[in-house]
């Protein structure tokens, strides 16, 4: 217990640590929105967009539509058309059209076929094909307005056409057991476990960084000794794994206060206290069972850089899971994302993701929690030994053979 | 106090301690002697409990291993070092507290230990702005500040100047008065000579010489002359009856066959050089150190010949 106290106030006070508090946060509320606000953020001046409009008609349509559905905020249109079409043959018109772009006159220029209205084939062309938002809204618009135009020469007026074509808008529930229904959307259920997990991984990863850096602190200026020569190594193992724990918890705390306190203020998400108990829950264990890890690959570890290592290698682990985010998304009750669950590794993460998008049965949280439980206990036993033995070796990496003949060694 | 029997342990295959078997008495200051690589810190280890011998015992007071002994037992490591980012202070009443002494008893003779040390302003400080030396009195303070009936000191005088040799010397002293067990592992024979009560000399983890100090010198008789001198004394090895001579810039210890040859020696002697001291002396344990150990290390090089 003093050990615990100690690991976990002497921690707390590094720099290390508040650096981590801190930073956490921020790297998540990073990853997570800043895409999504710099994706959606207005332009603040028109935007000009040059056209070759061989068809002659798509001009003065094109620019109709688009004062009507993009406005900037003050009401001005958001695209500004400019016509760069003249009598010009296609290829000079081409070259001039390219000067404009690169001098950033304009930011791009469609050129419409003379076909154009019969095949729908349209180029569009600027220094940066990659701004969706402008293609998206052009090929939106000039869809319409083939669609109108097209309509209309099969003599179905346009007032009809808008009329039959109601507006259709997708608002997704989520049911969850109680029958209650919430609304949830496909972002927000991805950002939850999204969240639910880098919380989970940076955890793991942060205070997995303090626990070998701390065991390669004692061992190489040899407090161990000391250490040892005061309580047993088990007593030292759980003491430290205890302090860690703790340190652990103060983020969770922190970082679930901080986010709770950011989803109501911006309703981003329904939350449901059993469910946040859970998330806790599957935390809490997952991070024991990769504390447990740690210390068995961390106990023989002798220099800065196969911390390093070991620490990268654990990040990886419990970084995998991500990769099946989508898979549990879409289809959270197949058979290999169950199977996965059962990985002690993937557990927590897993689950987390799994609860967000559909909550498993009561019996599948009872069996993974229970898996849970029971790996980390056995990967105790494993660290408790191997500890016990690799905690005085010195400057060799050991073999498997090694390993293994610590895990026999008797008591 | 401590009792240890037949001691045994293996690494890998290799024997570090060999059937060792001493006792430490209460108030007694023991030395543990032999060259690096004898299996002294092996055996202070296992002493303390950190690691497990392979098969003999270990007592104290009679007793096997219990879990009060933690509280009970001292050591100062060979190899420096402590928590480099934190205070010093904190360092010493964590580890106090390790030993289930703490609270205010604690924090007043961790102060009171520092002021001896004249470490006093130092306690709030970081321990990694401490000089190497007063990181080692720290050190000694976390192996002693929970008056432990068994103290094991590795090598704890390196690194200190004279002055603070000379008061862990008086803290020796004064813990053996207190009767504290005291377990001195070191190269240095200085030291043991003027502490040690008893010595066990070990070598290749067997153990070649044990006994009282003063037996041991005995054992070892008093065929030893000291000398100071000026001028060159290499010849000394070539006559036929010195048996060994240690040979300095200006000091040589010579020990001979017969010490009824010791007036032929002085003869000789001032005739070729200019003589300072010459001393009929019981040997040094240095010199004993030298040719125990040479000794038995000597089939061993001509077999790698």
């Keep these: 217990m003093t050990v615990a106290k100690w690991e976990f106030f002497e921690k707390v006070r590094s720099k290390a640590f508040l650096i981590s508090l801190v930073l956490m946060p921020v790297i998540i509320f990073g990853i997570a929105f800043l895409p999504t606000l710099f994706a959606m953020k207005e332009d603040e001046e028109p935007v000009a967009i040059g056209v070759i409009d061989k068809t002659g008609k798509f001009l003065q349509s094109l620019q109709e539509h688009l004062n009507q559905t993009y406005k900037l905020e003050n009401g001005e249109p958001n695209y500004v058309l400019r016509n760069l079409d003249d009598s010009a043959p296609l290829e000079i018109l081409k070259e001039k059209a390219n000067d404009l772009v690169i001098d950033g006159a304009i930011e791009g220029y469609f050129y419409f076929p003379p076909d154009a209205f019969e095949n729908g084939n349209i180029e569009y062309r600027a220094k940066n094909v990659a701004n969706i938002k402008i293609q998206e809204r052009f090929s939106r618009t000039i869809e319409k307005i083939l669609l109108e135009d097209r309509l209309k020469e099969v003599g179905i007026d346009t007032s009809t056409f808008r009329r039959l074509q109601a507006n259709i808008s997708l608002r997704s529930m989520k049911v969850s057991e109680e029958g209650e229904e919430s609304e949830s959307g496909f972002e927000d259920t991805f950002i939850m476990a999204y969240i639910g997990i880098l919380m989970i991984v940076f955890m793991v ?59 109501i203020k911006f309703s981003t998400a329904s939350f449901e206290l059993g469910y946040l108990f859970l998330i806790f829950l599957y935390a809490i264990l997952g991070y024991l069972f990769y504390a447990a890890i740690l210390v068995a690959a961390g106990s023989p570890v002798t220099t800065e850089q196969e911390a390093q290592q070991i620490n990268s290698y654990i990040g990886i682990l419990l970084v995998v899971p991500l990769g099946f985010l989508l898979l549990v998304m879409q289809n959270p009750n197949s058979l290999i994302v169950k199977a996965l669950s059962y990985i002690p590794f993937f557990t927590s993460p897993i689950m987390v993701m799994r609860m967000a998008v559909q909550m498993p049965s009561v019996l599948e949280i009872i069996l993974t929690n229970l898996l849970l439980v029971v790996s980390t206990i056995v990967m105790m036993w494993i660290a408790g030994r191997v500890f016990r033995m690799a905690i005085l070796s010195y400057g060799k990496r050991p073999s498997l053979k090694e390993f293994m003949n610590w895990l026999k060694e008797p008591e | 106090m401590l009792t240890v029997n037949h001691l045994r342990k293996e690494f890998d295959g290799i024997v570090a301690v060999n059937d060792l078997s001493f006792t430490v008495d209460r108030g007694a200051i023991f030395g543990l002697l032999g060259p690096n690589g004898a299996g002294k810190t092996t055996t202070i280890r296992t002493i303390l409990h950190i690691i497990k011998p392979d098969s003999g015992e270990i007592l104290f007071n009679g007793l096997p291993f219990l879990e009060e002994r933690w509280n009970t037992i001292g050591y100062l490591p060979e190899e420096r070092g402590l928590y480099r980012k934190s205070r010093v202070l904190d360092t010493i009443l964590y580890f106090a507290s390790l030993k289930g002494f703490s609270g205010v008893q604690a924090r007043h003779a961790a102060l009171k230990w520092l002021e001896r040390f004249g470490l006093k302003q130092d306690a709030h400080r970081k321990v990694e702005e401490l000089s190497k030396g007063n990181q080692q009195k720290v050190q000694l303070i976390i192996a002693l500040i929970h008056r432990p009936q068994l103290l094991v000191l590795d090598e704890p005088f390196s690194g200190l100047d004279p002055i603070n040799q000379q008061t862990l010397k008086e ?77 300095y810039q200006r000091y040589a210890e010579i020990e001979l066959e017969d010490m009824s040859k010791s007036n032929e020696l002085l003869t000789l002697l001032s005739q070729r050089i200019t003589l300072r001291k010459f001393e009929l002396v019981e040997p040094s344990l240095h010199s004993i150190f030298l040719q125990v150990v040479g000794e038995e290390n000597e089939p061993r090089e001509v077999k790698s010949l």
Excluded: W
């Design chain 1, 205 to 263: 990863v942060t205070s997995g960084q303090l626990l070998v850096r701390s065991l390669l602190e004692e061992k190489s200026n040899r407090v161990i000794e000391v250490l040892l020569s005061s309580c047993s190594s088990q007593d030292l193992m759980v003491g430290k794994i205890i302090g860690l724990s703790g340190l652990g918890l103060l983020q969770m705390f922190v970082y679930g206060g901080f986010g709770i306190a950011l989803s």
């Design chain 2, 171 to 247: 803290i020796i002293l004064e813990l053996s008065h207190q009767n504290t067990a005291i377990i001195f592992s070191t190269h240095q024979m200085e030291q043991v000579e003027r502490l040690c009560d008893s010595i066990l000399l070990m070598n290749k983890g067997k153990e070649i010489l044990q006994g009282s100090l003063m037996d041991v010198k005995q054992r070892y008789g008093s065929n030893s002359i000291h000398i100071e001198f000026e001028g060159d004394v290499s010849f000394l090895q070539t006559l036929p009856f010195v048996k060994r001579a240690d040979v």
